[in-house]
């Protein structure tokens, strides 16, 4: 699991399942410590390099975009794969998402 920042957009990239993400909590808070410091209220965060996405994963990716929230900043979920937007479905996570994500 990674984010990368690059201007207003975030890149996801990885895997997103338990074992990816508990790894990987710290580099989450730093990179919303990094969103805020831009000074911007909104970003994409591109989601088309993610790999893999369970339960854990889509529970962390939804309490990141409440954070970012909670701080004043607006995150939209773009390109994600078909995989992921199945994940989303199928494991119940489409109305904690229905109003982060476009295509």
Known sequence: M???IAGSVA???GNWTMTGVSANIDSLIHTLDLLESEGKKSFQ???GQ???ADTSGLQILNAWVECARH???EL???NMTDGMRRAIHELGFS???SAT???
């Open 95 to 97: 109305q904690c998402f």
């Open 11 to 13: 890149y996801l990239e």
């Open 101 to 103: 994500y476009s295509d």
């Open 2 to 4: 990674n984010v990368r």
């Open 50 to 52: 993610i790999e893999e």
């Open 45 to 47: 965060v591109h989601c």
């Open 76 to 78: 939209k979920l773009v």
């Open 71 to 73: 701080r004043g900043i």
